[in-house]
Every structure is written in C-alpha cells, then in structure tokens.
C-alpha cells in the first residue's frame, strides 16, 4: 500500500518557515500572506496529527516532529527543483552551457568562439570560467572540460587530446637560447598549475629527458596557467607549455618550440556530460567543433617525441 503523502503546497510551505524560521519571510518567498501560509502548516500538522511549530511571541521553533520532516522537505523540493530544470533543458536545443578552468577557457575556447559561432549561430553559447566541482544538474551545466587523471565514471567522458609540456618561448628569445644547455642561463617561467602530477611534469623531469642534471627553482611563478603563457608571449621568459594552452600561439608563430622533446603529463582534457546527454543536438555539435579543431594542430604533437617523466617527487 503507497503511504498518501500530504499536499505539495502545505509541504512547500512548511520547508521555506523553516527554512527562514519566520512565517513572514516565508510568505515573503513564497508570495503569499502570512495567513494563507499559516493556514497551510495547520492543514499539514492535522494530516500528520502532531505540531510541527512552536507559536512563540515573536518567533517560531521546530517541534521534535518537525526536526525530523525539515531536512527531508529541503532536500526533496532541491531535489525536485534540479530534475525540473533538467528536463526542462533536454526541451531546448538552442542554448548550451559549458564550464571549463579560466585558464582553458581564456587560451582554448575564447580564442576559437568565432569559428564555433560561424558554424552553429543557431546555439547560444554560456561558459563558467570555474574549476570547481560541478554538478550538473543544480548548477544547469550541460557540458564541462576537465584535466587530470580522473576517469569521471558515471558520466559520458571523452579524452580530448594527449597532454604534454614543453619548452615554449618568443622567436626572439629562441635566438638568444638555440639549444638545451642554453636553458640552464636563460630566465625560467613557472607554472604551478600543473604542481598535483605525479611524477612531476616540472622543469627539473624536463632537463633530466633530456640528459641534463638542473633542478631549477627561480623565476616567475604563476597559478593560473594562462598567465604562465601571457607572461611567456610577453617575453619574459620561458614556460613549459600545456598543450592545450600553447599549441594555437604556436601555430600562429606567436611563440616557438624550439626542441622536439616533450614530457607526458599522464593527465588529459576530458569532454564531459550526463550519460545520455552526448546525443543532445548542441551538445553533439559541440564535442564535433572541439575535436575538428583539435585536428587543425595534431601536426604539432606528432613532431614531437613525448617521453613520460621519471623524475621522483620533491
């Protein structure tokens, strides 16, 4: 037999006062009067048979019955809220809300939006400049860009490229450094993003693939990744470059890799979203756009050899 549960509304009603702890505030939210809420919370304490409130003079307290049906109420009506904005985002076909780092999102996407909006003008694009732990369904992202070593089981997840860094710099600076060893003298840049590999993708397993005992430790350090990079395009020095980060200033001859030896960083770029979602006609038009365009400089990649690191952590 299905327990009959009580009306929505009362329910509604009772999670926001308790919530706000104050019938008027919940009114407030809720846009109705103080009475036609209180009238609500009696009609739900007569269907459970108990109070649920404490009328104090000025203010209201949870009874025992009341603390135990309160959390269950606000997790419910979240829970709700979430499947009610998911269903209503697999109706439109038209807007597409992508989160990705500040640092992919400023030197991958940003810089390739005009090719995606030529091609698909009928889709809106949203981005979340974020890195932090996304939930689909309560934050209303439909696609998101991740790195690391994480499968992401339980979600559609596609590996977007092989990762690796390698010595980036201006042409003007790759005349005064034309080899390795020169790099020993040269004004380092690093990138402190990318510290959490393991085994270390740092300058120190960089110069040790290529038969050089130099552990480097002054220079520049940056958090973000791409300000890394800007300081590197502004000719400061020289950065071990991500991949995904510098292959396109490369290809526009903005910065120059000037040796063919590049360290794994074991980690990737994954294309991620709700199982079932990667059929949805703008998420789909969106994984196609990334990997054409990761096509244009796989030529890159392939100059290269790319050695895992070996370096041991510090």
Not at 25 to 30: G, Q
Not at 257 to 262: G, K, S
């Amino acid at each position: 037999m299905i327990e009959r549960l009580p009306p929505l509304t009362a329910l509604r009603a009772f999670e926001a006062a308790a919530r706000h702890m104050s019938f008027a505030k919940a009114a407030e939210e809720l846009s109705v009067t103080p009475a036609a809420l209180s009238f609500q919370i009696k009609s739900l304490e007569q269907h459970l048979g108990a109070p649920l409130f404490r009328r104090l003079n000025r203010a209201v307290e949870l009874t025992e019955a009341g603390a135990a049906l309160a959390p269950g109420a606000a997790d419910g009506f979240q829970k709700l809220s979430a499947a009610w904005r998911a269903a209503q985002r697999l109706q439109d076909e038209q807007t597409l809300t992508v989160t990705a780092g500040p640092a992919f999102t400023a030197k991958w996407l940003a810089p390739r939006l005009y090719e995606f909006a030529q091609a698909h003008p009928e889709i809106e694009l949203r981005f979340s400049a974020s890195l932090k732990i996304m939930d689909f369904g309560r934050d209303a992202i439909d696609v998101a860009i991740r790195f690391g070593h994480d499968p992401y089981e339980g979600l559609y997840s596609l590996p977007l490229a092989t990762e690796w860094v390698a010595p980036v710099m201006t042409p003007e600076l790759a005349k005064k450094y034309p080899d390795a060893e020169s790099l020993t003298r040269a004004p380092l840049i690093f990138d402190d993003s990318i510290n959490f590999l393991r085994p270390p993708c740092d300058w120190k397993a960089w110069f040790g693939a290529m038969g050089i005992d130099f552990d480097p430790r002054h220079g520049p350090r940056f958090s973000q990744a791409d300000h890394a990079v800007d300081a590197a395009l502004a000719g400061v020095g020289i950065v071990l470059g991500r991949r995904a980060l510098v292959v396109k200033d490369i290809a526009d001859g903005r910065l120059v890799m000037p040796f063919d030896m590049a360290i794994s960083t074991g980690a990737q770029f994954r294309f991620l979203c709700p199982l079932g979602n990667e059929t949805r006609p703008q998420v789909k038009a969106f994984r196609e756009w990334m990997l054409h365009e990761i096509s244009k400089t796989t030529h890159i990649t392939e100059a290269l050899r790319i050695l895992e690191p070996t370096g041991e952590d510090p």
